[in-house]
């Protein structure tokens, strides 16, 4: 009888980051960071502070998992890349979030067609010290991992988590602020997303879950919750939503 081999786990091997890398996570937090104290999040501010971000430093996962592990429970955990649905829905149902350890390089720094560490750490982590968050996402993925075998129904729960998790805003203090890190990562749609140019409308999950949306331009709109409760309070809807509309696909779904 053969046995099956576990994989290893993969683990991000810090010393083999090249100068090349340190500088790249430096111009890339220098240039983002100065846009952030009037257009992110508090949340976001207060886990940056909390998990000790630096530019001169890329981040230690076990440092930073420390740090996590005492706030909410979440960990880090490496991945090589885009994962598969059910491998990405089942770590964040476990509590543990899928990033890469590799940087872009140098000729990389304004656009990068696969979410490298800076997109998948600077813009996801800081937020996963709030405890109403990272319940939103331990959540969503438990309702992705019953309909995993359904196509349109994880296409639909998609839609919930490009609008959300990597594109969206929040009211605070009667102000718009950014929590996707999407938007978080980009200097560019940083200003974009909160001028008068951008479409900003009320969360609201079935206008969410019926919005398509393009990866390669930034976005045409943006929801807004008024806090994290309003999140996690919407799983729900999310659940409702699947239920009436997971069998039936729009017409133009391949």
């Known amino acids: 009888m053969s046995t099956i081999k576990q994989r290893p786990m993969m683990k991000q091997e810090y010393e083999k980051y090249s100068e090349e890398d340190f500088q790249v996570w430096k111009i890339l937090y220098e240039r983002q960071i100065v846009n952030l104290p009037h ?110 075998d359904n196509l349109w129904a994880i296409h639909l729960i998609s839609r919930i988590y490009w609008f959300t998790v990597e594109f969206g805003l929040i009211r605070e203090n009667n102000a718009l602020r950014i929590y996707g890190a999407g938007i978080l990562s980009s200097a560019g749609e940083t200003k974009y997303s909160l001028s008068e140019e951008a479409t900003q409308l009320p969360y609201d999950v079935d206008k969410v879950m019926g919005t398509p949306y393009r990866k390669d331009v930034f976005q045409s709109q943006y929801f807004i919750i008024n806090s994290y409760e309003e999140l996690f309070n919407s799983i729900s809807a999310i659940g409702g939503y699947l239920e009436k509309h997971a069998d039936t696909p729009e017409p133009n779904f391949a």
């Open 39 to 148: 257009a992110a999040t508090q949340a976001y501010l207060d886990g940056l502070q909390l998990i000790n971000f630096t530019a001169d430093k890329i981040p230690n996962f076990e440092e930073t998992n420390a740090v996590l592990k005492g706030l909410t429970g979440w960990q880090i955990h490496v991945v090589p890349g885009l994962i598969d649905d059910d491998k990405f829905f089942q770590l964040m149902a476990d509590r543990r979030f899928p990033a890469s350890t590799w940087l872009r390089k140098m000729s990389q720094l304004d656009y990068l067609e696969e979410p490298d560490m800076f997109h998948d750490v600077f813009g996801h982590v800081p937020l996963l010290t709030n405890q109403p968050f990272v319940d939103f996402l331990q959540a969503l993925s438990k309702i992705a991992l019953s309909y995993i």
